[in-house]
């Protein structure tokens, strides 16, 4: 599924997302990106229409109070409401379970990242080099609706990427 998704993408998107333009055609690079050990985190995903992933978000848990977000769309599917719904779906679930603030690094030339993060509440905390830290604290009472159009969100903790 995963691998499907990383086809239909675009490799600037691939860039923007994890900082570097990698060649994702082996496992192993699939495992590497889009992994996530158990217990630490979570991948929420939305399907479209066909039951194909087109928006996959990755929540990573750096303490007990705080965790990591980073989001990427499918190429075909952009610009569609797909990003901010995984990203308020993250925040919600956030804070279900209690967290206290979600971070970002974005780079800081991704001005579509930066603008709908900042729409959500997350604000800039620090630079590190070519990125932004962006900060979201959950304590500060966001209203948090979800609207995924016609496609569905799910979370899990996948084993099987391909
Ligand atoms: C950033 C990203 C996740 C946004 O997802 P998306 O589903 O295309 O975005 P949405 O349709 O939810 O749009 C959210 C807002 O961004 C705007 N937007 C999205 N793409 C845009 C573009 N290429 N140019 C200008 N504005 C854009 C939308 O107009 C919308 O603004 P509005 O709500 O004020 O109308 C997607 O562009 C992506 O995957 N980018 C590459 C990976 C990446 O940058 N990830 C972030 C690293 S953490």
Sequence with gaps: M??????????????????????????????????????????????????????????????PTQAEIAVIVRSDRARRGIGRALLRTAVSRAASKDLKRLNALVLSENIVMLRLARSLGFVPRKSFGLAVELELDLGLGQTIGCSTGTASAAACAPTDLT
Excluded at 11 to 28: N, T, V, W
Excluded at 50 to 59: Q, Y
């Design 2 to 63: 995963v691998r499907a998704f990383v086809r239909r993408t675009d490799r600037e998107a691939l860039r923007l997302r994890f900082g570097q333009a990698a060649d994702f055609a082996d496992d192993s690079t699939l495992k590497r990106f889009f992994g996530i050990k158990d217990k630490i985190g979570e991948m929420i995903w939305m399907l479209d229409e066909d039951g194909a992933v087109c928006g996959i978000l990755h929540r990573v848990q750096i303490s």
